[in-house]
């Protein structure tokens, strides 16, 4: 028998029906079409209604992927919702998801890692499954963004977009599965995106709600140097790992913050454009729900084959960011 790696057996995705395009932009702050799609790449999003929270969303796309695994969800013995913005402050969303699906077997327990969230996930339920502790595991990644979005702040709103998309793991001793993860962090950089107010440290207030303290706060320009150097640099550390070159991936899935990073990430590896995997028009950026949103298109569109080498790579606030190789 070989190896015991950790394997994606599934995956799903749901998100709001409900969308906003960028001429619904034009309307609320001072922008353009012109200028999110050259900017960002991003044509539209799709938005919560009044009502909607992010656990119905990461049900469904976890109850989509339960269904492909055939398996049963009292064997999932591991739930993980990598989100920051979660339905409330307590219980978990991974406990609320849990009781819905019935995993009534399973720890469960939220990843608040921004857009690296998925990858966090994934990386745990590579090991708890590895170490024999679960057999199977289901990570999903689920954001609504536009709760904390300022839509008076054309620098944020026009990027965010909300959705999840879940996997669900299991193990094989074949020659596939997950063969290299890197996750990091640097904190110092924590004030390039965040939410200042509502928690413990400015706990909420009438006054802080309408100072909009609760609301996302970006210095974009910077941080969009630091994703594409350490998208770059995480990326070629598990390829190295495992003993492979950039020019062996057939499907290169980077987190979506935003079109001009991705080309400039994949230019930093030298991969051919047809490798890159970008959704980024139709969801913007849903944070830790776009890895697994855009796997399960790719998935559905034919675009992973058996055998595959397939390259996840995410950014995020906390700073955050990682890496994960694995053969389909
Ligand atoms: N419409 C029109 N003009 C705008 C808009 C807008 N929506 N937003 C900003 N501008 C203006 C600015 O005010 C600025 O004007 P000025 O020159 O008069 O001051 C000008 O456009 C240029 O602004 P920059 O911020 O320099 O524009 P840039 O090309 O850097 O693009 C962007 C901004 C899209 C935010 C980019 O920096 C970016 O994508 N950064 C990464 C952000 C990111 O990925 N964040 C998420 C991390 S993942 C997570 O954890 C959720």
Redesign the pocket.
Known sequence: MGEVRAEILSTGRAYPEGIMTNADLEKL????DE??TS??GIKERHRAAEGEYTSLFAVAAARQAIERARIDPIDIGLVICATVTPDQILPSTACLIQAELGCNKAAAFDIAA??SGFLYGLTLANQMIRSGLTRYALVIGAEILSRYVDFTD??TC??FGDGAGAAVLGPTDEDRGILATRIYSDGRFAEQ?YSPGGGTRIPPTAETLSGGLHYFK?K??E??KV?VRSMADVSLEVLNEAGYKPDDVKLFIP?Q??QR?TEAVASRLNVDDSIVYSNIAYHG?T?SASIPIALDECIEKGKVQEGDLVLLAS???GVTWGGVLLKW
Do not use: D, K, P, Y
């Open positions: 702050v001072e922008t353009s200028w999110i900017r960002t921004a857009c054309r620098s026009v990027l995106l970006m974009g320009n941080l969009f994703a987190h913050a935003n990073i950026n944070s950014f995020g606030g």
